[in-house]
């Protein structure tokens, strides 16, 4: 079966830096799109970043461009986000997902939780000020 496993998370002070990675099994990682969301203590998920299957588009919330970078490593079948400057508004629990339909592509659908049919467990990032 398909599995998605988060690292990476933890403790930071404001304006550091954290690098997630996604390790991705049971599928053909590379023939799919991935996102990162992000969901706070009392809020929806929400979308933090995607790329295409081959890493030749990529998306972000207007909250994280320009600090956060998404990419992927198809030989390794892993998915990163790169976080820098953080904030604590940035913290959250941090899921990748995995698309549905190979090969998608476009802000629109790679921005909506329901693109994507396989999530993982979780990472958690907190952010001191």
């Known amino acids: 079966q398909v599995q998605l496993v988060e690292s990476g998370g933890g403790l930071v002070q404001a304006g550091g830096s954290l690098r997630l990675s996604c390790a991705a099994s049971g599928r053909t990682f590379s023939s799919y799109a991935m996102g990162w969301f992000r969901q706070a203590p009392g809020k929806e998920r929400e979308f933090v970043a995607a790329l295409t299957w081959n890493g030749g588009s990529v998306y972000y919330a207007d909250s994280v461009k320009g600090r956060f970078t998404i990419s992927r490593d198809n030989a390794k079948n892993t998915l990163y986000l790169q976080m820098n400057s953080l904030k604590p508004e940035d913290a959250a629990v941090y899921y990748c997902?995995?698309?549905?339909?190979?090969?998608?592509?476009?802000?629109?659908?790679?921005?909506?939780?329901?693109?994507?049919?396989?999530w993982g467990q979780g990472t958690r990032v907190t952010v001191s000020s």
């Open positions: 997902a995995s698309s549905g339909t190979a090969q998608v592509t476009g802000a629109r659908l790679l921005g909506e939780k329901a693109s994507y049919v396989y």
